[in-house]
């Protein structure tokens, strides 16, 4: 199993990205996949899970109307669209395999800066 | 939402002690709780599901148990290499909800 984050970088306040990660070794759309962030310096927090099939979608409320998750199944990715960035968005965000969280991606950091 | 609360927030030990890190949660979540260990540097790795299950590949000095409200990681004979943080997963409502985490030393 691997997961690989891409996207991460710097932008500015009010700014978009979009993250993306590629699965492989395992049937990618068997699978929910989950996005959980992590700031400098901080523990954990939760942003969102999406269903193999892409639907449903569940959302932290710090996030939610701000970034959508989405998948591709058949190129095995997940992506992760953020938009009106604040600076409390910078964080690593790691990409993670099913519900339960079993397979973390090496994650990708995101600085909201000017 | 639900909140998670770990204790202790940090601790020191001794190595071939027993460590019990304890999560309460503000309203029953049955067994929907996960534990991570995360070294420092490391990605997170996910140690107990469904609150007492040990993750394939990890090492049997762990343990979890709890339901309800309360839950608790136990490390038996603590060894160097379990110098980390670990958290507190519950998935039982939306939002998911970590606790705030446990840094563990020696």
């Known amino acids: 199993v691997q997961l690989l984050e891409f996207g991460g970088g710097l932008v500015q306040p009010g700014g978009s990205l979009r993250l993306s990660c590629e699965g492989s070794g395992f049937m990618f759309s068997n699978y929910a996949m989950t996005w959980v962030r992590q700031a400098p310096g901080k523990g954990l927090e939760w942003v969102a899970v999406i269903s193999g099939s892409g639907d449903p979608k569940y959302y932290a409320d710090s996030v939610k109307g701000r970034f959508t998750v989405s998948r591709d199944n058949p190129i095995n990715k997940v992506y992760l669209q953020m938009n009106s960035l604040r600076a409390e968005d910078t964080a690593v965000y790691y990409c993670?395999?099913?519900?339960?969280?079993?397979?973390w991606g090496l994650g990708t950091l995101v600085t909201v800066s000017s | 939402d639900i909140q998670m609360t770990q204790s202790p927030s940090s601790m020191s030990a001794s190595v071939g002690d027993r460590v019990t890190i304890t999560c309460r949660a503000s309203q029953g979540i049955s067994d929907s709780l996960a534990w991570f260990q995360q070294k420092p540097g490391k990605v997170p790795n996910r140690l107990i599901y469904a609150a007492s299950r040990l993750q394939s590949g990890v090492p049997s000095r762990f343990s979890g148990s709890g339901s309800g409200t309360e839950f608790t990681l136990t490390i038996n004979n603590l060894q160097p290499d379990d110098v980390a943080t670990y958290y507190c997963?519950?998935?039982?409502?939306?939002?998911?909800?970590f606790g705030q985490g446990t840094k563990v030393e020696i």
């Open positions: 993670v395999k099913d519900w339960g969280l079993d397979f």
């Open positions: 997963l519950q998935r039982k409502t939306y939002p998911w909800t």
